[in-house]
């Protein structure tokens, strides 16, 4: 999925939330809605079943986008005609050049380089500052807190805004957005700083050779607290891998300290420190802020390709059942119940309502009373992606039995499918027969398997008629 296209479903779901609210001026409105899915129906290919959801709400999005930016141009779509992504790398080198152009004379002013204060030791020490971050921070910072906040404040933004639905929606947008591409986003953004370093540092060590065809630098040093020796450790920790790289000798201490301007000394040209420091902005800003936007270019790439919907959200399960219909298969496990023909006839249409459009039961032997105690023996191997427990609601709801196997079934199913419980009522409804409390009866006893069930804080039923 492209930003192009996701951005397009967030925009339609921030409008269609507005749309929902009492007196929301939103120019959509539910023939719109029936329109676009009954377009993206048409529109859309034969593919695997959840590809095929996807592809359905994109192709809507994309459709409405486009009405609602020709109805009213102030709800085009926030990213439709977005700036594409290669003019921003133009972008970023047009930022390094004026970079560039304000660096200027990095290394010193009155062409003198004091070897102890360039900014150049300012900018290899951030660097390193960033390094030491990356290995001891990672995975830690604000993300998982500003995700959580971010998704709290998308189900609290205003849905009726009457006096301004569309910066509402804008609201919404954005906060859909930032949650959905937070991963591809941190990722582009960590390409886009590590490039940036990268030309910045590229930017100095040319204005550094640039300014030394034009004007004669003579590096020294002054210090307060260092003497000639102290410098030469100093000097000799920041340079010693230019150093060896290069075959340039640093001076000792008793040169260092002819160098010295406090002493009247005009320093010497500076030429080979011009080259020492460009060989170390490169080992240690622009080789590695290269590699690291190289690491980060890829981390974004997988994780653009792993951008998905959440379709098992409200929002879009009710959008899918507008759309095109593919089998769905779902394992039935009557528990301690065994059905009749009429009633194994009657379970598609059950499970299409209870569980979607497109369910289509295969219906397992039937679990014994107490499967629960070793349920790994009497379960199919050939269960799908979704799972159907099926009760009798004749059958009074008991914790130890009825809760204890919706259990055991939700801790194995685990990771590897979707776990409905069912509760058939046509039983009850053939015993409860024409009395006069019958609806009552039937009442009770839904109620009595939902408290069941959410005091054991397990999934609540649906009631199903297989008669």
């Known amino acids: 999925m492209t930003d192009a296209e996701l951005g397009a479903v967030c925009w339609l779901r921030a409008v269609e939330q507005g749309a929902r609210s009492v007196g929301a001026d939103v120019p959509w409105g539910d023939a719109d809605a029936a329109w676009a899915s009954a377009e993206a129906r048409r529109a859309v290919g034969e593919s695997d079943a959840r590809a095929m959801a996807q592809h359905f709400i994109v192709q809507r999005a994309l459709l409405a ?37 304000i660096a200027g004379n990095v290394v010193g002013p009155s ?28 995975g830690r910072g604000p993300s ?10 998308r189900t609290r933004l205003p849905g009726h805004g009457a006096a301004a639905p569309l910066m ?45 065809l034009a004007f004669d630098y003579r590096a020294g040093w002054d210090s307060t607290w260092l003497d000639a020796q102290a410098v030469q450790r100093v000097l ?23 160098l010295r301007f406090a002493e009247g000394s005009p320093g010497e040209r500076a030429a080979r420190w011009i080259h020492l420091y460009a060989i170390t902005l490169a080992l240690v800003v622009i080789v590695p802020r290269l590699a690291l936007a190289a690491l980060a270019a890829w981390r974004a790439r997988r994780a653009a390709v792993g951008l998905a919907l959440p379709l098992d959200e409200p929002y879009f399960r009710a959008l899918l059942r507008d759309g095109p219909q ?27 309502n209870a569980i979607g459009p497109g369910a ?88 009595a398997w939902q408290k069941m069930l959410h005091d054991l804080s397990l999934s609540a039923p649906k009631f199903v008629d297989l008669s």
């Open 65 to 101: 986008q486009r009405r609602l930016a020709e109805r009213d141009a102030a709800w085009r779509a926030p990213l439709q005609g977005a700036v594409p992504q290669g003019w921003r790398w133009l972008l970023l080198l047009a930022a390094a050049a004026l970079a560039a152009l």
């Open 326 to 352: 593919r089998p769905r298969p779902v394992t039935v496990l009557p528990y301690s119940y065994t059905l009749g023909p009429a009633q194994r006839t009657s379970m598609a249409h059950a499970l299409a």
């Open 360 to 447: 289509q039961p295969h219906v397992a032997a039937a679990l014994p009373l107490g499967a629960e105690d070793d349920l790994a023996r009497h379960l199919p191997t050939d269960m799908g992606a979704d799972v159907a427990v099926l009760f009798a609601a004749a059958a009074t709801p008991e914790r130890e039995t009825h809760g204890a196997v919706v259990r055991a079934l939700s801790d194995a199913l685990a990771g590897r499918a979707t776990l409905a419980v069912l509760v058939d009522e046509s039983g009850l409804r053939q015993q409860a027969g024409s009395a006069p409390d019958a609806e009552l009866r039937i009442t009770q006893r839904r109620a």
């Open 236 to 258: 000799g920790i920041v340079f010693a891998p230019a150093s060896a790289l290069a075959g340039i000798a640093l001076p000792d201490a008793a040169e260092l300290a002819r």
């Open 144 to 153: 998982a807190w500003l995700a959580r906040t971010i998704d709290a404040a």
């Open 111 to 138: 062409q003198r380089i004091n070897l102890l204060a360039p900014p150049v030791l300012l900018l290899l020490l951030w660097n390193l500052m960033v390094y030491l971050l990356l290995v001891f921070a990672a």
């Open 168 to 212: 509402a929606a804008r609201a919404r947008f954005a906060a859909e957005w930032a949650l959905l591409t937070r991963g591809v986003l941190q990722a582009r953004v960590a390409v886009a700083l590590h490039v940036a370093s990268a030309l910045l540092a590229l930017a100095v060590v040319a204005s550094m050779y640039v300014f030394g």
